[in-house]
């Protein structure tokens, strides 16, 4: 059975930072990719980042040089490191494994293999 759980959201103050983390399993993680994108009330769902299973990155415009996401195989981990965090990041964020990791994707998630239930970043002004 695959599980995606997220954790790390929470309430920050524009400018604070964050590490979400995601952590899956029945599935082979070292081979597959996986993204992270988020979705706020009334909004569609943006891609925020992706890595593939070698390591290589894409990011959405609205986070370059702000988020970092990176993977550790050995947990069957995914996180997402967010700096400099501002109100408009405010989201529930959601993992997926098993995605076309492209830049396509990284700023419109279109296809979605396996995702967790979501973690809520509030980004107060």
């Known amino acids: 059975q695959v599980q995606v759980v997220e954790s790390g959201g929470g309430l920050v103050q524009a400018g604070g930072s964050l590490r979400l983390s995601c952590t899956a399993s029945?599935?082979?993680?070292?081979?597959?990719?996986m993204g992270w994108f988020r979705q706020a009330p009334g909004k569609e769902r943006d891609g925020v980042s992706c890595?593939?299973?070698?390591?290589?990155?894409y990011y959405a415009d609205s986070v370059k040089g702000r988020f970092t996401i990176s993977r550790d195989s050995a947990k069957n981990t995914l996180y997402l490191e967010m700096n400099s965090l501002k109100p408009e990041d405010t989201a529930m964020y959601y993992c997926?494994?098993?995605?076309?990791?492209?830049?396509?994707?990284?700023?419109?998630?279109?296809?979605?293999?396996?995702r967790g239930q979501g973690t809520q970043v509030t980004v107060s002004a």
């Open positions: 890595i593939t299973w070698s390591s290589t990155t």
């Open positions: 997926a494994a098993g995605i076309p990791c492209t830049t396509a994707w990284a700023t419109k998630p279109d296809h979605l293999t396996y």
């Open positions: 029945g599935l082979r993680f070292g081979d597959l990719n």
